[in-house]
């Protein structure tokens, strides 16, 4: 009887801690994007040290994670003579990134085969590595290497240098941290998710204006797996 | 059905615009005195105007340096044109052959430098059988124009470079490049002005620099699609063979029967040409069916 009281005690006690603890953290600012020290796997809760600007996000283990190619994709899509959308990606889509508590310590680095084009068109794909768009065999991949990365929120802001057909421009995109987890086999991944719109004619893609619309919807989705 | 506004975009920068600017220096030498330099000059600035206009019309203007080796094309084309049209003015007419012809070969030995300069520069191998036969066939080509005129149709050889630029274009659009087979289309519109406007003009002294200047170019275009748009070798050789058959013909047949020489000409032109465009379809119509027919 006496050790039923003693655990009831205990449960009580932690019961109103727990609350209490909620309770203060509803009232605190926004915690930084909560991104792990390196080696540590397992997601724990937001640091009290502030990182400005606030932000809330998922956490993402600190680390160098490689893309997962199998789980990850680069797809355009581009207005066809005013009417559709032509749709396509590149399946050979690789790189890696750093995930770091500080933002400023975070990379990315993307690199697709131009050459692995999908537009589930064979003969379109061959016109699409062809010199009339991408022109493969003389710039054979498209990459991007970031430059400088910002926290936005529960999210990233990224500047970096987007190289396509030759031509090398830097841009910034919003990227949105979708989250990490743990697989099966105990590696930790993680992803990330952006949307951009680029102009062909800024990368020297001119052929058919009237015809292939000018602006190019990308969407850049990739998982890493840490290292 | 009335034409889209595309469809005349594109029939202008195909045809309209290198025909008129071909045919602005066709006429300014039109009424130059006959046999004179300046004439001379004016017919290699009209083909080298045609072959510029239609290449930026088409491919669009490049900046320098330019970023893809196809911007080099219209570059090398236009110096060579320059280059020609001062030897026109200022070299001795003793000496003109020997002078165009070496200035031809180097011109020729650039051009595909420069259209293929990625490649080259990670793997020189390529280029030496790329350049060296594109270098014969321009100099044996503009070399031999004059003799084999003399002894055939005058425009002969031009009708059949518009057959040769015009089987090429059809054999890479089935590699699956519209702009090149476009580009290449339209020097054979440049071809026919020079050729067949200047034989209506009544402008026959039309000598080997002007040729020279269209073949340098179409040599550097279809280096090109060889190079980036998979046009394979067999064809180049195929065109290489059609393109010098007017010459040698007339060269060969030592001026008799000049009408039979001269049809005899453009039609091994044709046929050649005609084959490697049928086989081209032929391989491209046996490849992947995809299931839409009009895909661009």
């Known amino acids: 009887m006496k050790k039923l009281m003693v655990l009831a005690l205990a449960l009580t006690a932690t019961a109103t801690a727990a609350c209490n603890k909620d309770k203060a953290k509803k009232s605190e600012p926004v915690k930084p994007a909560p991104v792990q020290p390196a080696g540590d796997d397992k997601p724990t809760p937001p640091t009290d040290k502030p990182v400005t600007p606030p932000a809330a996000g998922p956490a993402i283990p600190a680390g160098t994670y490689d893309i997962d190619p199998g789980h990850s994709a680069l797809i355009w899509r581009a207005r066809h003579f005013g009417a559709g959308y032509t749709y396509g990606w590149f399946r050979d889509f690789k790189g890696s990134f750093v995930a770091d508590a500080d933002p400023a310590k975070q990379t990315i680095e993307l690199t697709a085969q131009i050459a692995s ?35 936005a929120g529960a999210n990233l802001k990224v500047t970096g240098d987007l190289e396509l057909h030759g031509v090398k421009k830097s ?42 619309g000018d602006d190019i919807d990308l969407t850049i989705a990739f998982e890493g797996v840490k290292k | 059905m ?11 920068h195909i045809v309209g615009y290198p025909a008129l600017a071909a045919t602005v220096g066709l006429v300014v030498s039109r009424v130059l005195p006959a046999g004179s330099r300046a004439r001379a000059a004016a017919l290699v600035g009209a083909a080298g105007a045609g072959l510029v206009t239609s290449h930026v019309g088409l491919a669009g203007q490049p900046p320098w340096p330019p970023i893809d080796s196809i911007g080099w094309i219209p570059i090398v084309t236009a110096a060579t044109a320059a280059t020609l049209m001062i030897a026109a003015l200022v070299v001795p007419r003793r000496a003109a052959a020997l002078v165009t012809g070496a200035l ?116 550097a275009t279809a280096s090109y699609a060889h190079l980036y748009a998979k046009l394979p070798a067999w064809v180049l050789m195929t065109a290489l063979l ?55």
């Open chain 1, 171 to 212: 841009i910034t995109v919003d990227v949105t941290v979708l989250g990490s987890g743990v697989d099966p086999m105990n590696a930790t991944r993680a992803g990330y998710e952006t949307h951009l719109t680029i102009k062909r004619s800024d990368y020297g893609m001119n052929f058919m204006p009237g015809g292939i």
């Open chain 2, 2 to 12: 009335s034409p889209t506004s595309f469809q005349i975009g594109m029939g202008l």
């Open chain 2, 242 to 296: 059609a393109a010098l058959a007017p010459i040698a013909v007339p060269v060969a047949m030592s001026g008799r029967r000049r009408l039979v020489a001269a049809a005899l000409g453009v039609l091994i032109a044709a046929g050649l040409t005609g084959l490697a465009a049928q086989r081209m379809h032929a391989k491209d119509a046996a490849s992947v069916k995809d299931a839409a027919s009009m895909y661009y």
């Open chain 2, 104 to 219: 031809l070969a180097l011109a020729t030995l650039a051009a595909v430098y420069y259209a293929g300069r990625p490649t080259f520069l990670r793997s020189f191998d390529r280029y030496w059988a790329l350049a060296g036969l594109a270098t014969a066939g321009v100099v044996a080509g503009a070399g031999l124009l004059t003799a084999a005129t003399d002894r055939s149709v005058r425009p002969a050889p031009w009708v059949a470079w518009i057959v040769v630029a015009a089987g090429l274009a059809g054999c890479t659009l089935w590699s699956h490049s519209a702009l090149v087979a476009m580009l290449l289309g339209s020097a054979a519109v440049t071809a026919g002005v020079i050729g067949v406007g200047g034989a209506i003009l009544g402008v026959k002294d039309i000598g080997p620099a002007p040729a020279g200047v269209f073949m340098v170019h179409v040599a």
């Open chain 1, 117 to 151: 084009v999908d537009s589930a068109l064979p003969k379109r794909d061959d016109h699409l590595r062809s010199p009339d768009f991408f022109n493969a065999e003389q710039f054979p991949t498209l990459t991007f290497k970031s430059s400088k990365v910002e926290a």
